[in-house]
Every structure is written in structure tokens, then in C-alpha cells.
């Protein structure tokens, strides 16, 4: 199976600073990542697929890059609303589809 | 709109067998691939199992291989998820969710999540 590592775990900011979460893969995974926010008690919500590609909807701040095994989601300046956990997960792999453990965004 | 509604939740013994059926509305279901990802209390997602837009493949977690089978009626726009022999570590948030096409991998909508507790 694939394994996906994201870093940090936990993240403390405050609004307005530009916040980079890394998710690694255990092998390359081309550019076949997306990622996800979730807020306590709530189903994830989707922001980005093929690892840089922005869902509808989804606020400009958030942007996404990388490919193979290093990736990238950036909030370029942090909202009240974007205090969350987010993870990564691929999609490389048709049996196996994996997440990472997830970062949690704290109020600093 | 895209509406995914989980239900058959609920506590269940170890061994024991338990089935969650996901209703789909606001979109052509029989054009998209499902899936099951779960949630431990306090954990992360873990992905559980994939059915493609016509059923014709299907994909399990090794966790649970054996043990659950994804199904699904085009006809009643309708996933399920048959549990059996649950286990403790089967306690989670079941969510169902909508693949962007055909059989893209990645999840766009989800389901509001259906509580599983396995316990004697």
C-alpha cells in the first residue's frame, strides 16, 4: 500500500498568516492527490483534486501543488473559517486508495 | 442538488452483522462511481470500499476484506454496505460519497456520515 505522511500534525496560526501543509507519499503517485478540510462533526469537504486543480466553489487563498511524492497545500492568508483539519489522500492506486493522518489548524 | 443520505447505523455486538444504505438525490447516479470511507472516534479517514458507476468493479480495504461487500441498486439510486462479523475496530463514522465521474478516485460529495458502534 501506498503510504501518505503529512506534516505538521498540528498547525497554530493566526488569521491572516500563510499557512503550508507537506503530504509525502511512499512512492510516486504522479499528480493523483486531493485534498480535504473537515470541521469537527462534519463530513470532509473537498478542495483539491490532481493535486493543484481547485474545486468549485473553493476560496482562491487555497492552492495546491507538487507531484510524484511531495505536495503542497497552501492557505495564502489564513480566515476564521479555515480553522480545520485537513488531509491528503491518493488516488494512484485503484485497489488501494490511502489518506494521510491529517493537520489539524489551530487558532495561535 | 447533490444530496447523499446514509442510515443504518446504530450498536451492534461483535460478530454480529449490520447493513448501511446510502440514498442518493440531484444527480444521474448510475454515471458515478461510490465509495465508503470511515472514520474511528478521534482518528482519521480510512478509506473502506469503491464500487465503479456500473458495478462491474469493486474494491475493499484489506481491513475488511471478507468481512463487508459494497452493492449497489442503479435503479433505486441506492449504495449499501453489507457489515458482517464486526469487530471492535469497525466502530466509526460510515460516510458515503460520490466520485467525480465514472471512476475518477477522488470524492466530491459527501454524505452527512452514519454512526457504527460495535460493543457487547
Known amino acids: 500500500d501506498i503510504q501518505m505522511t503529512q506534516s505538521p500534525s498540528t498547525l497554530s496560526a493566526s488569521v491572516g498568516d500563510i499557512v503550508t501543509i507537506t503530504c509525502r507519499a511512499s512512492q510516486s503517485i504522479n499528480d493523483w492527490l486531493a485534498w480535504y478540510q473537515q470541521k469537527p462533526g462534519k463530513a470532509p469537504k473537498l478542495l483539491i483534486y490532481?493535486?493543484?486543480t481547485l474545486e468549485s466553489g473553493v476560496p482562491s487563498r487555497f492552492s495546491g501543488s507538487g507531484s510524484g511524492k511531495e505536495f503542497t497545500l497552501t492557505i495564502s492568508s489564513l480566515q476564521p473559517d479555515d480553522f480545520a483539519t485537513y488531509y491528503c489522500?491518493?488516488?494512484?492506486?485503484?485497489?488501494?486508495?490511502?489518506f494521510g493522518q491529517g493537520t489539524k489548524v489551530e487558532i495561535k | 442538488q447533490v444530496q447523499l443520505e446514509e442510515s443504518g447505523g446504530g450498536v451492534v455486538q461483535p460478530g454480529r452483522s449490520l447493513r448501511l444504505s446510502c440514498a442518493a438525490s440531484?444527480?444521474?447516479?448510475?454515471?458515478?462511481?461510490m465509495h465508503w470511507v470511515r472514520q474511528a472516534p478521534g482518528k482519521g479517514l480510512e478509506w473502506v470500499a469503491t464500487?465503479?458507476?456500473?458495478?462491474?468493479?469493486?474494491y475493499v480495504a484489506d481491513s475488511v476484506k471478507g468481512r463487508f461487500t459494497i452493492s449497489r441498486d442503479n435503479s433505486k439510486a441506492t449504495l449499501f454496505l453489507q457489515m458482517n462479523t464486526l469487530r471492535a475496530e469497525d466502530t466509526a463514522v460510515y460516510y458515503c460519497?460520490?466520485?467525480?465521474?465514472?471512476?475518477?478516485?477522488?470524492?466530491?460529495?459527501w454524505g452527512q456520515g452514519t454512526l457504527v458502534t460495535v460493543s457487547s
Open positions: 440531484g444527480f444521474i447516479f448510475n454515471n458515478y462511481g
Open positions: 460519497a460520490r466520485d467525480a465521474g465514472y471512476s475518477n478516485g477522488w470524492y466530491v460529495y
Open positions: 489522500q491518493q488516488y494512484n492506486t485503484y485497489f488501494s486508495w490511502t
Open positions: 490532481k493535486a493543484s
Open positions: 464500487i465503479w458507476y456500473d458495478g462491474g468493479d469493486i
